[in-house]
């Protein structure tokens, strides 16, 4: 893994990945989104991949349990990787 | 370990001594084939209802299962498990929750994806643990085999409890096999997916007793989602809110923690039971194709393109079986007035046969309207345009998925207003369905025509530049730009009852099922001619009731009056007749209450004239160029150029020609702006099932027409 420069955030959310890149699902933040999320299939321990950016760069497509999702960056953002 | 891909050992079990028809509801993911598997098991013998309070249609169909055994089945809508995030979704729980109810299903039948299995199997497990007797219909076989996923159907029969039947719903494959096993007793599944933990136990033991419930997992769901169950009075709910606060119950904690400890479960069974053989090529088809159609430039370009077609059928193709249903009619009402005669065959043939003309009329329209939106939400393209378009479209409250209705808009309200069925969240779909009528229909071209050829010269600017070509085109644009700021309004005014989201998933490409199609067809028109046109026929009549009587002896009255006129002025026989006509809509109840409104209409430039008009075209705006044939008694051809030379002759009290540039400016904006279409009110009723939201529409276009004509009338004046 490369070693990336701490940002002001303090944790990488789904947001902040880059076409290609994968991560792991560490926590939801947004508790009501959360439930949403979690019934989509994205559980903690589960690997992320951004897969496209809409032409406006929001919404996204993320390839979670080897389906595609979409949502749009606000809701990315609450999806927080594991570092 | 044995990959079995037909269910061939089913225990036979007693068959059900058949009373009443068994109820069995159908659940499952979106995009689990669920649509699919209803069309299959019922054809075209489906009936479409309502669920009290929502905006979702209640699918019913009856099924044959065996030659001597039917099933009503149900459609519900899609889910991804049984805590609903929609009001939509919540027409589940209520079906589910009530075991007192009538309408409690004998057996549901779960859709799940077999390529997606993890995800799908969640609300199974929950179903299971509310132990109602269940089949899972384990849907699209080929898809998972295409992409290495090898399913043992035997092992996940153990694991469940209930029979499994491997099924390639599109196909129709697993369909008779699916029915063998409906035709049997079933019984809830034996296993428990869920253990309810412990310090949950006294408040489920609780409300188990006040309810009478003998299901621990489904008084826990009572805890969660007591506030949307109708059939708990008020007071449990005060019992249950006191409850659950003494015991410190964090509904959102809870159903996150249920759904992960089910996550682990499920993926425990999987481990024994399914297979993925990687494919090779990380690349999916779907992933290539997408490259292209979503492309920053291609995917807007071919974007365009599709909808240039769809435009184009709405109005060419239409317009052939749309003259028939016109010819049709007016042949129809030919043949009766030549044959009768009499006020009621006057009452039949003007006022119910050309009312159902009305009805009819658009169904050509409709039905090529969804026939297009339908093939592109089958093969999953809709979910890239609504990708594409969702960041555009939320800086003004609306939702990627309101393109399309808005665009639709353009050709007819009607169809537009129906298609944003697929917009899920509430506010989005109802501001979308708010400002749809905003959007210039086709039923404004001849009214736009007439009344531009009268004002605006037909001059050429840069030799191809037509400026009447122009006006139109701003009419058409300032209709879209008064949609986009009244959504905007809206977004800021309406409180949403339920948060938008547009966590969705991303369906794979896929080839159109006609047979989809084909009832999305037949489905949307039905449920226009029957809902709307009630209504529709209804206001036709009344306001042919208007314009054909006048209080008394009026109408002789004018005829004679007419006649004496006639024969002053020298006129040939038709011109007598027209006269006639128009002299008698002048004494009419319309006429009437057009010259009561001419005070009202007067500071926007209008006689009364022009007031019958705008009342005879309150049920269809296109009414209006046919009223003004009769009332400057044109006669019966519509002929656009006959129709400006009779307007242009027109003189007010001074002299001056009638119509001036500011008169006419001031009804084209009148009527880009106005809601006169019962068409259009009646289906937005029908949509958002209440009366609220066309009558606010009414007032509020009534309303902008009304200041923007005079607005314009006072500023060309």
């Known amino acids: ?83 | 370990m044995t990959v079995t891909t037909q269910p061939e050992v089913l225990q036979p079990e007693k068959l059900t001594p058949q009373q009443t028809v068994a109820k069995i509801a159908l659940i499952g993911n979106p995009n689990s084939g669920k649509s699919s598997l209803f069309n299959q098991l019922t054809g075209l013998n489906q009936k479409v209802g309502n669920f009290p309070g929502v905006t979702v249609d209640k699918k019913t169909g009856i099924s044959q299962i065996t030659p001597n055994l039917k099933a009503q089945i149900i459609d519900l809508p899609g889910t991804y498990s049984l805590y609903p995030k929609s009001l939509d979704e919540r027409v589940i729980i209520d079906l589910l929750y009530d075991p007192n109810s009538t309408h409690y299903p004998d057996l549901v039948i779960v859709t799940a994806d077999a390529s997606n299995l993890k995800r799908n199997l969640l609300l199974f497990t929950q179903l299971a643990d509310l132990h109602i007797p269940a089949i899972l219909a384990l849907n699209m076989m080929d898809v998972a085999e295409t992409e290495g996923v090898k399913i043992d159907v035997e092992a996940l029969q153990q694991e469940l409890g209930v029979p499994v039947i491997p099924m390639n719903a599109r196909k129709g494959v697993g369909i008779a096999a699916l029915k063998i096993v409906m035709s049997q007793q079933l019984a809830p599944s034996p296993v428990s997916f869920y253990t309810i933990p412990t310090e949950l136990k006294p408040l489920v033991r609780s409300i188990k007793e006040s309810f009478g419930l003998r299901n621990d997992y489904l008084a826990l769901h009572y805890a969660h989602q007591y506030k949307s169950l109708k059939f708990v009075s008020e007071e449990k709910a005060e019992w249950m809110a006191a409850l659950l606060e003494a015991e410190g119950f964090n509904s959102n904690t809870l159903q996150a923690n249920e759904t992960i400890a089910r996550y682990a479960r499920i993926s425990e069974i999987l481990l024994d039971v399914m297979r993925v053989e990687k494919v090779t090529k990380d690349e999916k088809f779907s992933n290539r194709l997408d490259q292209i159609l979503t492309h920053k430039v291609f995917g807007y370009l071919i974007f365009l393109a599709i909808l240039f077609t769809v435009f184009q059928a709405i109005f060419t193709w239409a317009s052939y079986p749309m003259d028939l249903i016109d010819l049709g009619v007016a042949n129809l009402n030919g043949l009766i007035q030549d044959n009768f005669s009499g006020p009621l065959v006057n009452l039949l043939t003007e006022g119910i046969i050309a009312g159902l003309g009305g009805v009819l009329v658009f169904v050509p329209q409709i039905a090529i309207l969804f026939a297009f939106i339908a093939i592109l939400e089958e093969t999953g393209y809709m979910a890239r345009v609504t990708f594409m378009m969702d960041k555009i479209m939320r800086k003004f409250g609306l939702n990627g998925k309101s393109v399309v209705p808005l665009i639709s808009g353009v050709a007819c309200a009607v169809p537009a207003v129906m298609s944003a069925r697929t917009i899920e969240n509430w506010k989005d779909r109802m501001i979308t369905i708010f400002v749809t009528p905003l959007m210039s229909c086709s039923a404004r071209i001849p009214v736009y025509t007439v009344l531009i050829a009268l004002v605006v010269p037909e001059t050429y600017y840069l030799g191809f530049l037509n400026l009447q070509g122009l006006v139109l085109m701003g009419l058409y644009l300032t209709g879209f730009l008064t949609a986009i700021v009244s959504a905007w309004v809206l977004k800021k005014v309406l409180k949403a009852r339920e948060r938008s989201y547009f966590i969705m998933e991303f369906p794979v490409y896929k080839m159109p099922r006609w047979k989809n199609v084909g009832i999305t067809i037949v489905e949307k028109s039905k449920a226009f001619v029957l809902e709307a046109g009630k209504v529709i026929v209804a206001i036709s009549v009344i306001l042919w009731v208007l314009a054909s009587y006048g209080p008394g002896n009026s109408f002789e009255v004018a005829e004679q009056k007419a006649r004496q006129q006639a024969v002053a002025r020298n006129y040939t026989e038709t011109e007598l007749q027209n006269h006639i006509a128009s002299a008698q809509l002048e004494s009419s109840y319309a006429g009437i209450v057009g010259r009561a409104m001419e005070p009202a209409i007067r500071p926007l430039g209008y006689d009364w004239k022009i007031g019958i008009a705008l009342l005879t075209s309150f049920a269809a705006r296109e009414v209006f160029v046919g009223t003004m044939s009769t009332i400057y008694s044109i006669g019966e051809e519509e002929n656009v150029s006959t129709i400006k030379s009779k307007l242009m002759a027109e003189k007010d009290e001074n002299g001056q020609p009638f119509f001036t540039p500011a008169r006419a400016f001031s009804l084209l904006v009148f009527y880009m702006f106005a809601m006169q279409c019962v068409s259009t009110l009646a289906v937005v009723r029908r949509e958002t099932k209440s009366w609220t939201w066309p009558l606010a529409q009414f007032i509020y276009m009534s309303g902008l027409a009304y200041i923007a004509a005079f607005i314009t009338f006072q500023i060309f004046k």
Not at chain 1, 18 to 32: F, T, W
Not at chain 1, 67 to 80: C, G, K, Q, V
């Open chain 1, 1 to 83: 893994m490369r070693n990336r420069v701490e940002e002001h955030k303090e944790q990488k959310s789904v947001r902040d990945l880059k076409l290609g890149e994968r991560g792991v699902i560490c926590c939801l933040q947004d508790a009501e989104m959360a439930l949403k999320l979690l019934e989509m299939g994205c559980i903690p321990g589960t690997e992320v991949k951004l897969n496209s950016r809409a032409p406006f760069g929001d919404p996204i497509t993320i390839i979670v349990n080897d389906y595609t999702l979409s949502l749009r960056l606000d809701e990315a953002e609450t999806i927080l990787l594991k570092k």
